[in-house]
């Protein structure tokens, strides 16, 4: 049976919650809503860091010396986001390198759309402007989410992410109107981004685990589905203006509900990808293991060096 205090502690809880009052580090909070927001913050940290890799293969492949300084300077953003989203998380309890060595074992998830290969130039435009327009759609609300720390650290990360989606939309537009050659590289690149990309949002509203409890703790305030319908709404036009096709036969627009519907997601490749059997799964995964050890020299080094500081000073 729960502990009286327990109970009113959850109903004292609760009613912040509904008054948008914002929980802080040391506030009360249920367990389980600290294991939710590990759980989320962590995952959408991985999923920054894991997603330098796909455009960080193509830094030294820009086309120009402006296209790579802008890449290098997105790429180099990401990494940020994830420093902001792992200190979040450790104001939770989380331990850093815990949770990253849970990702290297494929206990802990990252982004699924991380796990599709980067083919030719004009990925790095539908990265920008679809994943990273999908990303800002589920983001945006998650600047009101109701922990403190994570909706704070939201704020920078949708503002830098902005920048993103219009350098990728620009990508996309200068091919589009490019020649036929390009037009084309462009709508092969949009042909295989676009399902994933609407897959970012996660499983109908009917088949999440996680979002009833998390719409309830504000700490979603906007369902898959709708945000995925937002997405979709604001996405076809701006397809249509630089003359890309939509490649989904089912698209039409819905008078009634001011939306267009779209055809069925592939459940099963999203399921897969997210088990762990995508196309880059093992190459993702592979390059951040590699990377942690490469860098493990660094990081013996400058505890090192603040161990000695720490030492001289206290003597």
Same mark, same amino acid.
């Given at each position: !049976?729960?502990?009286?205090?327990?109970?009113?502690?959850?109903?004292?809880?609760?009613?912040?919650?509904?008054?948008?009052?914002?929980?802080?580090?040391?506030?009360?909070?249920?367990?389980? =809503?600290?294991?939710?927001?590990?759980?989320?913050?962590?995952?959408?940290?991985?999923?920054?860091?894991?997603?330098?890799?796909?455009?960080?293969?193509?830094?030294?492949?820009?086309? /120009?010396?402006?296209?790579?300084?802008?890449?290098?300077?997105?790429?180099?953003?990401?990494?940020?986001?994830?420093?902001?989203?792992?200190?979040?998380?450790?104001?939770?309890?989380?331990?850093?390198?815990?949770?990253?060595?849970? !990702?290297?074992?494929?206990?802990?998830?990252?982004?699924?759309?991380?796990?599709?290969?980067?083919?030719?130039?004009?990925?790095?435009?539908?990265?920008?402007?679809?994943?990273?327009?999908?990303?800002?759609?589920?983001?945006?609300?998650?600047?009101?989410?109701?922990?403190?720390?994570?909706?704070?650290?939201?704020?920078?990360?949708?503002?830098?992410?902005?920048?993103?989606?219009?350098?990728?939309?620009?990508?996309?537009?200068?091919?589009?109107?490019?020649?036929?050659?390009?037009?084309? !590289?462009?709508?092969?690149?949009?042909?295989?981004?676009?399902?994933?990309?609407?897959?970012?949002?996660?499983?109908?509203?009917?088949?999440?685990?996680?979002?009833?409890?998390?719409?309830?703790?504000?700490?979603?305030?906007?369902? /898959?589905?709708?945000?995925?319908?937002?997405?979709?709404?604001?996405?076809?036009?701006?397809?249509?203006?630089?003359?890309?096709?939509?490649?989904?036969?089912?698209? /039409?627009?819905?008078?009634?509900?001011?939306? =267009?519907?779209?055809?069925?997601?592939?459940?099963?490749?999203?399921?897969?990808?997210?088990?762990?059997?995508?196309?880059?799964?093992?190459?993702?995964?592979?390059?951040?293991?590699?990377?942690?050890?490469?860098?493990?020299?660094?990081?013996?080094?400058?505890?090192?060096?603040?161990?000695?500081?720490?030492?001289? !000073?206290?003597?």
């Amino acid at each position: !049976m729960k502990d009286i205090n327990i109970e009113e502690k959850e109903r004292e809880f609760q009613a912040k919650i509904d008054a948008d009052i914002k929980i802080e580090p040391n506030d009360w909070m249920p367990a389980e =809503y600290r294991k939710t927001l590990i759980r989320q913050i962590s995952q959408h940290a991985h999923s920054e860091v894991v997603g330098m890799l796909p455009e960080g293969n193509w830094i030294t492949r820009a086309p /120009n010396l402006r296209r790579k300084a802008v890449l290098l300077a997105k790429v180099q953003d990401e990494a940020g986001h994830g420093l902001y989203l792992y200190s979040a998380a450790e104001t939770l309890g989380s331990d850093r390198e815990a949770s990253i060595d849970d !990702m290297h074992a494929g206990i802990a998830k990252y982004s699924s759309i991380f796990n599709y290969p980067t083919l030719s130039w004009a990925d790095m435009g539908m990265i920008g402007w679809l994943v990273d327009g999908a990303a800002i759609s589920n983001q945006v609300p998650l600047c009101r989410c109701s922990y403190g720390p994570y909706a704070r650290a939201m704020v920078r990360v949708c503002k830098e992410e902005s920048f993103h989606q219009r350098q990728g939309y620009e990508i996309a537009t200068t091919l589009a109107n490019g020649t036929p050659e390009q037009k084309a !590289m462009a709508q092969e690149s949009f042909n295989r981004w676009w399902w994933p990309a609407l897959m970012m949002f996660g499983p109908t509203d009917a088949a999440s685990k996680h979002s009833a409890l998390s719409m309830k703790w504000k700490i979603k305030r906007v369902s /898959n589905d709708e945000l995925r319908q937002q997405f979709v709404n604001v996405t076809v036009p701006q397809a249509e203006l630089i003359g890309l096709t939509i490649p989904d036969p089912d698209l /039409n627009w819905n008078e009634e509900k001011q939306g =267009y519907d779209f055809g069925t997601i592939n459940w099963e490749e999203f399921n897969q990808v997210v088990q762990g059997n995508g196309p880059c799964n093992k190459e993702r995964l592979d390059a951040r293991r590699q990377a942690k050890e490469n860098g493990m020299w660094v990081r013996e080094a400058a505890l090192a060096h603040a161990e000695k500081r720490k030492a001289k !000073m206290a003597s």
